[in-house]
């Protein structure tokens, strides 16, 4: 016991002895603040839940996800062997649901990885140069913004063709504008500061300043509006699974699952509804999450 | 007065960043089309047209010019209204277009007037009753309605209401008796059957649009909602509030007739925003409703490869979504002299 007081003695020092202390030490109050957000820390808790279940699939699932038995197709809730019944072809719900989890954090991972990137380039650059850059790359910014989303990712898959991959380019070429708004804006502010302009008196070059001193102090808010938009970029894919542009049967995506459910919805409402709730669950736990997150690292923008 | 030049240039450069904004939609939608997949000669003239047939096809459509030419013949087509023809129907695009749009129009009214009507008061509610059981559930319920995929919830709201508790008509605009009865005047059945005078028909056509409609206006609400909260928020907390409170007006009255009073401008660009984005969020909500809009239009012409009918209906959402957009704008600068 006596360690781990040491540990938060240490963590909690108002005297830092050197950066990785200063840092670890804000890192772990802000955990604190953190931990006290119920609600985030519920977030957090079935996001963790859904990686491990996306982890150990094959282990916990108790049926293989593409077997098919049309002896014992649309069995209701509770069934023998199938706790939430099967689909028309008679493929164990709960272990679709389960092998759908990877793809639902594979697309997530996917697009939470492209689309902040790609704004962060295009920000950090417009606001850097300045000028005409700044000009025709916001212009282009502002041209991608003024899109209904959906109705262009659509026509993006349908130039593509469907497909998961295609399907994350498409929410990815829909998703970057916001995060190079808030990139760009992060960069005119540090871009004045003093010690930008030390270092370029030491004689350092853009391509310097922008990747390592730009870069670092703009991430923290492009994470928090990641985890909010999360949830979002679920739902839009869950929206092209069911549109049958996302995912490809036999895949047991959940949207092309309610897509498939969608036929028995009145006999057999469960095939439509476990995917469903699924998709419920883990977008709110988003949600949640980015709400706590966003109160501890960007106090600023907090709902009061 | 104020000098006339700041507004002349205000238009201007309003009217600029609107061309520009619209000459960028059209850009990615003339892009998509030719980097599809599909040929679009082959898609006309069919498989086994004729190596002339085909030559002839290729050279009508301009596809044998440079790409900028071609860009240009696409913006001047979709200036005068011409998206092509359909190629499942063989009819133009646009005439289709016009045809299932009043259906998405009445749909996404709809919906935007339950969320403003539920929507504001819920909103100024939780702002006045801050951290109270209110203020709980509204947070609750704008959290879902973030959560919630649209159609599932959709598919859910059928299954309860229609299926099992039976409160109101099935997918489709009307019941099947009553298909093509009133005279379409302005395409929105609910005004067509009122200039008809045929109650019936209303009835049924209400039945079926209630669910959809409060679908879209439970999305809706949750945004307009959570926006109403933090406007009010921040006026309650102002010091003019506390002057009116000190100087004994009543609570109603500082509510209803100072705070409120400073947040409409900005409420009316939150209600363009969340109409834009109802008529985008028609989509899944018309497939799951076999709701004869744009939204499935779109899908529909999207499953088949009608490439015309696809660009087509993006343009025009996308150029309503534009307009919307510019339209909040402007009406925040006319309305709040502070910006402009």
Redesign the interface.
């Known amino acids: 016991m006596s360690d781990t007081t040491s540990w938060r003695g240490w963590l909690l020092s108002d005297t830092p002895t050197s950066r990785r202390h200063a840092k670890l030490s804000a890192l772990y109050q802000g955990w604190l603040s953190f931990r006290s957000n119920t609600m985030a820390m519920f977030g957090l808790g079935i996001l963790v839940t859904l990686i491990l279940i996306a982890l150990a699939a094959p282990l916990l699932a108790p049926h293989d996800p593409f077997v098919q038995n049309l002896g014992n197709r649309l069995a209701p809730l509770g069934t023998e062997g199938h706790v939430l019944g099967t689909d028309s072809l008679g493929r164990d719900i709960l272990s679709r649901l389960i092998y759908g989890s990877r793809i639902t954090l594979y697309i997530v991972a996917l697009v939470a990885l492209i689309a902040p990137i790609a704004g962060l380039l295009v920000g950090t650059v417009s606001g850097y140069a300045g000028g005409w850059i700044d000009v025709v790359l916001m ?2 910014t ?2 991608f913004l ?7 990712a ?8 469907a497909g998961i991959e295609n399907a994350v380019l498409a929410i990815s070429l829909t998703a970057w504008p916001p995060y190079a708004r808030i990139a760009r804006a992060e960069t005119l502010t540090i871009r004045s500061s003093d010690y930008i302009a030390a270092i370029r008196l030491q004689g350092a070059g853009a391509l310097r300043i922008i990747t390592r001193h730009i870069w670092p102090l703009c991430i923290s808010s492009l994470i928090v509006r990641v985890t909010l938009d999360m ?1 979002g970029i679920i ?1 839009a894919a ?2 092209l699974g ?4 996302g995912a490809q049967p036999p895949s047991p995506e959940w ?1 092309a699952m ?1 897509s498939e459910g ?1 036929r028995f ?2 006999d057999h ?1 469960w095939v ?2 476990m ?2 709730l699924a ?2 669950t883990v ?2 736990a ?3 999450l980015g709400d706590g997150l966003r109160d501890v690292l960007d106090p600023k923008s907090s ?2 | 007065m104020a000098p006339l030049a700041p507004w002349i240039k205000g238009t201007l450069l309003t009217l600029g ?1 609107i061309a ?2 619209m000459l ?2 059209l850009f ?2 003339f892009i ?2 030719r ?3 599909i040929d679009p000669v082959l898609a006309i003239v069919g498989e086994r047209a004729s190596q002339s047939t085909y030559d002839a096809v290729y050279l009508e459509l301009g596809l044998d010019k440079p790409l900028l030419v071609q860009f240009f013949y696409y913006i001047w087509d979709v200036i005068r209204g011409d998206f092509g023809t359909s190629l499942l129907n063989a009819r133009p695009v646009s005439e289709d277009i016009a045809r299932v749009f009043p259906a998405t129009l009445e749909l996404a009214t709809l919906g935007v007037i339950v969320g403003i009507v539920l929507g504001i008061p819920l909103g100024v509610v939780a702002a006045v009753r ?1 951290g109270s059981w209110i203020d709980q559930i509204a947070r609750v319920i704008a ?2 309605g ?8 959709g ?2 709201g ?2 309860i209401f229609y ?1 099992i508790l039976g409160w109101v008509g099935g997918p489709g605009r009307v019941g099947i008796f009553y298909v093509d009865v009133v005279p379409s005047v302005t395409g929105m059945i609910l005004i067509d059957s009122l200039i008809d005078g045929n109650w019936d028909v209303f009835k049924d056509a209400f039945s079926h649009i209630v669910l959809p409609a409060s679908l879209l206006g439970y999305y809706s609400l949750a945004y307009i909602s959570r926006m109403t909260r ?1 406007f009010m ?1 921040e006026q309650l907390s102002a010091e003019y509030v506390t002057t009116a409170r000190v100087k004994g007006m009543s609570e109603w009255n500082v509510i209803w007739k100072h705070a409120f009073k400073n947040i409409r401008v900005q409420l009316i660009t939150v209600i363009a925003l969340s109409y ?2 109802l ?3 028609s ?2 909500t018309e ?2 409703f076999s709701w004869p809009g744009i939204g499935s239009y ?2 529909t012409a ?2 088949s ?1 009608d ?1 015309n009918a ?2 087509g ?2 343009v025009v ?2 150029l309503i ?2 307009l919307l ?1 510019i339209f909040s704008d402007l009406l925040y600068k006319v309305f709040d002299p502070r910006a402009r």
């Open positions: 212009r282009i502002d041209i003024a899109f209904p989303r959906l109705v262009l659509l026509a993006f898959v349908a130039a593509l063709g949830a739902l869950a929206g069911f549109l049958g542009l949207g309610i969608r919805i009145l409402w439509a509804t995917p469903g998709i419920f977008s709110l988003f949600n949640l709902e009061k | 960043s520009v904004t960028g939609l990615i939608t998509i089309g980097v599809m997949p801050k959290l879902v973030y959560s919630m995929p649209i159609f599932w919830l598919l859910m059928l299954l299926g933090s928020l834009a984005n008529l985008e969020g989509v899944l497939i799951i779109i899908t999207l499953l490869a490439m696809v660009l209906g993006t959402v996308g979504f534009i957009n």
